[in-house]
C-alpha cells in the first residue's frame, strides 16, 4: 500500500461564529414560533428546532441585545439532529451594521 500526498483539508469558518443563546422569531406563514439560536455570525446562525422537511427557506426577527431587533431572510444550509444551519439571503444594510455592531465585541 503506497502512502497518500493528500494533505488533509481543514475546514474554517470565514466567519466567526458567537454564542447566541437567546430567541428568535421565526416568521412561518401567518404564524410566528420562538426558536432558540445557538450561535450568530455575520453569515448566519444555528438554531435549536426543526422546520419542517419541505422548507428551505424562512424569515426570521433577531433581537440583538442592547441594539434592537433585526429582520432577515435565510435559508436552510445544513441540518443536523438538535437543528438548523441558516445563511442569511437578505439582510438589510441597516440591519447588516447592526449584527456588525453586536458581533464586534463578542468575537474572539
Same mark, same amino acid.
Given at each position: 500500500?503506497?502512502?497518500?500526498?493528500?494533505?488533509?483539508?481543514?475546514?474554517?469558518? @470565514?466567519?466567526?461564529?458567537?454564542?447566541?443563546?437567546?430567541?428568535?422569531?421565526?416568521?412561518?406563514?401567518?404564524?410566528?414560533?420562538?426558536?432558540?439560536?445557538? !450561535?450568530?455570525?455575520?453569515?448566519?446562525?444555528?438554531?435549536?428546532?426543526?422546520? =419542517?422537511?419541505?422548507?428551505?427557506?424562512?424569515?426570521?426577527?433577531?433581537?440583538?441585545?442592547?441594539?434592537? !431587533?433585526?429582520?432577515?431572510?435565510?435559508?436552510?444550509?445544513?441540518?443536523?439532529?438538535?437543528?438548523? =444551519?441558516?445563511?442569511?439571503? !437578505?439582510?438589510?444594510? !441597516?440591519?447588516?451594521?447592526?449584527?456588525?455592531? @453586536?458581533?464586534?465585541?463578542?468575537?474572539?
Amino acid at each position: 500500500m503506497t502512502p497518500s500526498n493528500a494533505i488533509p483539508r481543514i475546514t474554517e469558518r @470565514y466567519h466567526p461564529r458567537v454564542e447566541a443563546n437567546w430567541m428568535v422569531k421565526v416568521h412561518l406563514g401567518e404564524r410566528t414560533v420562538l426558536v432558540k439560536a445557538k !450561535d450568530l455570525s455575520m453569515a448566519g446562525l444555528f438554531l435549536v428546532g426543526h422546520p =419542517a422537511d419541505n422548507i428551505q427557506h424562512l424569515n426570521l426577527t433577531l433581537p440583538l441585545p442592547g441594539l434592537g !431587533d433585526i429582520t432577515a431572510k435565510c435559508t436552510i444550509v445544513r441540518r443536523e439532529a438538535h437543528g438548523v =444551519a441558516v445563511e442569511f439571503s !437578505d439582510v438589510d444594510w !441597516d440591519h447588516f451594521l447592526l449584527l456588525a455592531r @453586536y458581533l464586534h465585541p463578542r468575537l474572539p
